[in-house]
């Protein structure tokens, strides 16, 4: 049996701003799984900010992406054909370490995870129950510590890390405002997700929106963004503040990212911590754990941006990362 | 009896760099210490950068120096008077939280504590062990924690506060580069404090030479300058690098501070910490203790740069501003 496996790869690094001319689709034959592999058919596949990081040659903290093959991304889907005794034809996996932005793939079965498709979307298991919601998972509960009393300030609020963050803080009792772009982004936090604030910084005279949304300063700080806004957070700081910083998405393209207010971390005796969740796999299970039981009961939202086929990946990816998703970014494919 | 009590006050806040016209020589009258008071003589002064903060009226981690009253200062020295049990004329003190830019004060007896000034100079009890000791130890031991096969950089490396952490560092067995101002005090690192390099950043070519004299990256930084050498040392951060953050000297004017390199924090998973010695006063009797044997053992070489009475304070201190010091700078009153 053959079967057609449609791929994106990558084909050219970006100088700046990436395009579509960076990405190809590429159609491979895919033949039998050997012994111990399984045939899977991948159903949603992760757009995340990171990925930006890996179009670069530059020293980071992963090796960047090869030219000429798969773009690497969380997938998770099912399994057509099983050579592995854990699995069978039918059941739905998350991809251990992503099978990237492909319709197939022939793996060991030690490369898949089994999955309860039947409690919470297949989708989920790429986002809310993947990397993101562990990354905001640790990000807030063993970093941040936010507690009743606190202003725990989220930026991209809304996507697919912010909106967990504040959703966590929320229940651990601090006051939640999140910065994010767009009215529809804002209220979106405010009303359905319970901040307590949410801030546009597209719109003029946000700054003073912050400050006064931020009546008592801020004591924890979520950063996906960098630039300006992370600048503008630093002059409201408390002493004793705590800043986790998981993206820098403002500076992906090279644009030099100055900051004015690092006196502030002198000041008010700030501690900053930069962190990757992929150095922190023991805290997973017990992050999903408590993200799944919180989205089953209904006391999480979490929302998702679909795009469909895998030839969409590319234009969804780099919208992106201008903020154009609103929620989870994924692609059924 | 009256004592006549020379001061230095405050008497215009600085725009920009501070001059001498900041300062005024004030003459005051003391009469007779109350019950319970002494009448001292303080005998050495300590210059802190600090105190430059402080001559700002903005919101800073402690109060402005109020104007037309006496600069805040560390102070040891003598009692002259006692009408407090536990001290005799003659009695060799260190001031709890200093009697600032003075000659004499009437103080409580609560205020002083005695100091044995025979196992190690009493002008020790504003440096080694004062303020800026507990600092270098604090922020080494207890933020920095320095091991073997780690490299330690800390800036102004021949201050009050660099040398002890250079050299505890290298008890605690990491490799420590030392950056300061010109060829004596690199010199006098390497030679005297046993710094397995020190890079002169007014040298042309200090960049690449610092880069040079850490082939391994950079683990731990004690940074107490900030700027454009900040920036510098955060390009060579290694994976889970930690910065403690003691001072920003080079920013306590008001000049920008921009930060080009805060992505490293991301890429390497920095810790940074921000600290003031003063939040943490549990550990200066430790500290203490711990640097007064090094010492007095000879494993920690100690250096001061003395102005010679308190009309040379305000100039001294300008001077240590812009690293004209060369180790603890103090005031022999």
Known sequence: MTTINKQIHLVR???????????????????????????????????????RGRMDEAKSYAQPQALNEVMV??????????????????????????????????????????????????????????????????????????????????????????GVVGQLAKAHGARVVGIAGGTAKCDYAVREMGF????????????????AATPDGVDRVFENVGGEIFDTILARMNPFGRIAVCGLISGYNGTPMPIANFRSVLVNKLRIQGFIISDHLEFWPQAHKELADLVTAGRLKYRESVAEGLESAPGAFLAMLKGGNFGKQIVRL
Chains 1, 2 share one sequence.
Not at 21 to 31: Q, R, S, Y
């Open 196 to 211: 307590d604030a949410c801030i546009d910084y597209k719109a003029p005279g946000w700054k003073e929106a912050f400050k």
């Open 73 to 162: 991304g969380a997938t998770s889907g099912e399994v057509l054909v099983s050579n592995h005794p854990d699995f069978k034809a039918g059941d739905t996996f998350a991809a251990k370490f992503g099978l990237g932005w492909q319709t197939h793939a022939i793996v060991k079965g030690e490369h898949i995870i089994k999955v309860d498709a039947s409690r919470v979307p297949l989708s989920y298991y790429v986002g809310l129950l993947g990397m993101p919601g562990a990354t905001a998972w640790y990000g807030t509960m063993k970093i941040l510590e936010p507690a009743a009393g606190q202003t725990l300030v989220v930026t991209a609020a809304t996507g697919a890390v912010g």
């Open 13 to 51: 690094r970006p100088v700046g701003e990436p395009t579509e001319a960076c990405f190809a689709l590429v159609e491979k034959t895919l033949g039998d799984p050997g012994p111990g592999q399984v045939l899977v058919r991948n159903r949603f596949l992760s757009l995340d900010p990171y990925m």
